[in-house]
């Protein structure tokens, strides 16, 4: 089709030129006085070409050909002796005319484009040439049009300035598409531009439904009838139809222009293709900003809302509503989390941190965040807070919420939270300060004993950056041989003599002197360095009973404390092993102390290490007895062969009667056990008196001998020492 065009374009545009130079030949041949005939031939020659016709002076037709006929559709004798403007289409003004006046009354070739009309009314162009004739007397007395018809060639302009049209409003919106943040403005520009891109803009609307809403481009927003007088093509996400465009007249009007359907086609699926890149966009930002578990926000989530929210309480303060700017941030940790997770099993876990989330989500207000920061961890942002003991009834709530039973798979699980909170803008005034201080307060809850909250203090933080400082030092103390070994004699009051000696470890520290385990020890098992430090004290102890032994001393044998995290390791007892191999000690020279706390948490894993302690032919002895609420008969399951009962018990045994009542009780139950009783802190006679009266036969105490490095426990050791008579 546009070939077509192009090519008779082409041949017309061939037509004009030779009809311009004609005209040119006709015009200066008039000048020479060529002869009328000679005029003549030339015109038949144009005649076969293009629309001809001779006027007088006065613009009346003398003569017009047949081309001219059959194209303006009037015949010969219609137009013989009218004015041209008979063919007057009225597109072009009358300044137009006026100017073609001139210039032929003055003898000059008029050239230019205009748009006539056949008698049935159509409009139709042609390029004109209007050569002014002189007579012999050189006057001017008739006019010679020759016009070439150009419809064709100024339909197919029109058709490309209307295509250039359509492009120009596909460019803008494909414009918009790509810098499109929001939904609504990209809608309202493909709704304006669709329709200015349209044949008749004033009478077109454009409408998109999409998602079950409508947005249309007309004020009114009437709904004009779809079918076949409407443009419409379907507006596809992920090869899903979410709704359409439609673009339609008011008035019963065709589309005729290809380009329009072209047009709303591709909006269509360019915005289609917009949708879906939003929303893979929002899929991986929500995945980003999402535990993949619960699907609650993470922390990164948080932290985002956190300074957003932080900048906007800022502006707040600064307008001295300090009340409206308050905020409060709870950290969540779980209690016993851990053990069921290694209990039941991971996927019981999960179930149970979704249950949590749940439940969590449920008990907080819609505009609170409950966000999971990993673990058994959860953080809530309560955004809007009047005073202290609101955040206090929430804390309390969610404590009471957590401690209720969980049902996962007809199983009742119970957990609990420990909660610390911190406060905007008191205790922390950006992000990473306001987190940690949640953070710290929680670590607190948990100490204070689980299941409770604790708002933070400056205090508790100078306590966490002290003991921050005493971590980095504990770890160089390892290096920097800064930890030593005191013992202390377990005397036997059978032969007088010394039965055993505890293994006590100090840290020698090069700033404040020597310092006790209770003060080092309980940070040395939190952070694990317990482990090393527990293998170092054994080697340690075993090298000193080699060292003893080689300067011909007969050494007993030495009780060392085990912490929880040890005997925990993989291979606890090979590792024992290993070490009394290498150091060449005999293990039945070794007693290895547990607390009792310990045997009421691990209850399985623990009787099979103590056994192949004990199997290695190593004594095991139950420390701080009285202290961990054991179920005593649940003592038979454990290889133990010595009982050491608390010192607190034998502190008050003289005066307290229940202390009296138990220590007793204690000892005739390990002796029905087959166990011996250590009695712990003897510091008087009269508590010796007691604990002989009840068959007691192992005592430790300052009474006897205060913890000692190995330099002074020696004399004791090489003079055979006999403590009691
Ligand atoms: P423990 O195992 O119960 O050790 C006995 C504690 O009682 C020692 O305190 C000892 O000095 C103290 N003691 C002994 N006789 C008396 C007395 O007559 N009166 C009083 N008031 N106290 C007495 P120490 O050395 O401060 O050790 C404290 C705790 O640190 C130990 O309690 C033990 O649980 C832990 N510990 C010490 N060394 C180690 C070690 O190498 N590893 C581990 N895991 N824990 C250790
Ligand atoms: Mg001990
Ligand atoms: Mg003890």
Known sequence: MDQQIFGKIQKLEAVERRVQAHAQIISSGEQKNIANVELVAYIEAIERLALVSITDRKGRILHVNNIFCRVSGYSFSELLGQDHRILNSGTHPKAFFVHMWREIAYGRIWHQEICNRTKLGELYWVDSTIVPIKNGNDHIDRFLSVRVDITARKEREAYLEKRLKARDHLFEIRREILRAQNIESLIATILSRTVLAMQFPQAAVSTIYLDGKRYSSDVTDQVLP???????????????????????????????????????????????????????????????????????????????????????????????????????????????????????????????????????????????IVVRQGGDEFIVLIQRVQTLVDVE??????????????????????????????????????????????????????????????????????????????????????DNSELVLHFQPIVDDINAGIASMEVLLRWQHPEDGLVPPARFIPLAEETGLIVPIGAWVIRTACLQIKTWQQQGLIVPRLTINLSVRQLGMKDFAGDVMAILQETGVAANLITLEVTESMLVENVSELAAVLCSLSALGCRVAIDDFGTGYSCMSSLKHYPIDFLKIDQHFVRDICTDENDAAIVTAIIAMAHGLGMEVVAEGVESIEQLDFLRKKHCRFYQGYLFCKPLPAAEIIHLLQKQTLFLN
């Open 226 to 368: 779809s079918g076949p007088s409407a443009l419409q093509n379907e507006i596809c996400v992920k090869r899903k139809v979410r709704g359409w465009i439609q673009v339609a007249y008011r008035e019963p009007r065709p589309f005729l222009l290809p380009e329009e359907r072209d047009l709303v086609q591709s909006v269509a699926e360019d915005f289609g293709a917009w949708l879906d890149r939003q929303e893979t966009e929002a899929y991986v930002r929500y995945q980003a900003d999402h535990d993949g578990l619960t699907q609650l926000p993470n922390r990164r989530y948080l932290k985002r809302k956190l300074k957003k929210l932080i900048e906007a309480r800022r502006r707040v303060m600064a307008e001295r509503r300090q009340e409206e700017s308050r905020f409060a941030i709870m950290f969540i940790d779980l209690d016993h989390f851990k053990a069921i997770n290694d209990t039941l099993g991971h996927e019981m876990g999960d179930l149970l941190l979704k249950e949590v989330a749940a439940r969590l989500l449920a008990c907080m207000r819609h505009e609170d």
């Open 393 to 478: 009834i929430i804390a309390q709530k969610l404590v009471e919420q957590m401690m209720q039973p969980f049902c996962i798979e007809n199983k009742m699980l119970r957990v609990g939270a420990s909660v610390g909170i911190a406060m905007f803008p008191e205790d922390g005034q950006d992000v990473k300060m306001l987190l940690r201080c949640g953070d710290l307060a929680m670590y607190q809850a948990k100490h204070a004993g689980r299941n409770g909250y604790r708002f933070f203090s400056r205090e508790l933080d100078k306590l966490m950056a002290e003991r921050h400082r005493t971590e980095v030092a504990l770890r160089r103390a390892l």
